[in-house]
């Protein structure tokens, strides 16, 4: 918490208005108390002194949930792992999708959506859905060999998409799936912000940032600093971003 809340002091420093507090099993669930547990999760009332901290600052706090890929360390929980879009060859290092075509899957996180968004009072709500690296490859491979995979991605995008309005949210999403199928961005409902994001400065996809825009979605550039899992070491990397 400590942590945190100098973040917060030092974005607010920066004249950076909004932190998105990223998390895939760090939050405490009442429902679902097996998540989280060994990882030092958030509470509820950790994310309302959070807020109130960033509200003292001038900052807004958005919750970022990881919602269909990054769901590592939730699916590797036993009962979850029916979940999986394929949890035969899952993996907690990079392979952890939830199965679109699995009921549970917009069950579970409708249950968990039901805690942590009524915390937040930013309309804004970031569901995440990147770098998904199974989807169609497992058991949702028929639905994807029907409608095809980029329509399969939509698809579960817009149940969460329901789920999310349902509490008065908008949703934010990062943007990498839908550049990766450009012929699905005149489908995406135009009340859904893209967060555009690139690992690396010649990454190639900050420069096609027009697309969302010539389509009338709303979005924000997200250039990444490079900076994770070390110490000041990428300084090129990420002032180049």
Not at 177 to 194: C, G, R, S, T, Y
């Given at each position: 918490m400590a942590t945190v809340k100098a973040l917060i002091e030092r974005l607010a420093r920066w004249k950076i208005n909004e932190l998105q507090l990223y998390i895939e099993n760090t939050f405490r669930y009442r429902r679902h108390p097996a998540i989280g547990r060994g990882y030092s999760p958030f509470t509820a009332a950790d994310i309302l002194a959070i807020q109130a901290h960033a509200k003292k600052h001038h900052v807004r706090l958005v919750g970022s949930l990881a919602s269909f890929g990054h769901m590592e360390k939730i699916l590797a929980l036993p009962e979850y792992r029916h979940l999986a879009e394929d949890p035969e060859s899952f993996r907690t290092d990079e392979k952890g999708d939830l199965c679109p075509t699995d009921p549970g899957s917009i069950r579970l996180l409708g249950e968990l959506y039901g805690e942590f968004l009524p915390l937040l009072e930013a309309e804004d709500f970031n569901a995440c859905c990147d770098e998904t690296r199974q989807i169609g490859a497992g058991?949702?491979?028929?639905?994807?060999?029907?409608?095809?995979?980029?329509?399969?991605?939509?698809?579960?995008?817009?149940?969460?998409?329901?789920?999310?309005?349902?509490?008065?949210?908008?949703?934010?999403?990062?943007?990498?799936?839908?550049?990766?199928?450009?012929?699905?961005?005149?489908?995406?409902?135009?009340?859904?912000?893209?967060?555009?994001?690139?690992?690396?400065?010649?990454?190639?996809?900050?420069?096609?940032?027009?697309e969302f825009a010539e389509a009338g979605l709303p979005l924000m550039c997200c250039p990444g600093t490079n900076s994770w899992q070390s110490h000041g070491s990428r300084m090129k990397q990420a002032n180049d971003n």
């Open positions: 058991r949702s491979q028929s639905r994807a060999r029907k409608i095809g995979l980029a329509r399969l991605y939509l698809e579960f995008v817009l149940k969460i998409r329901r789920l999310v309005r349902r509490h008065g949210k908008r949703l934010n999403i990062w943007g990498d799936i839908i550049l990766a199928h450009p012929e699905l961005i005149d489908e995406v409902p135009k009340d859904i912000v893209m967060l555009n994001w690139d690992y690396s400065a010649d990454g190639g996809r900050i420069d096609r940032t027009g």
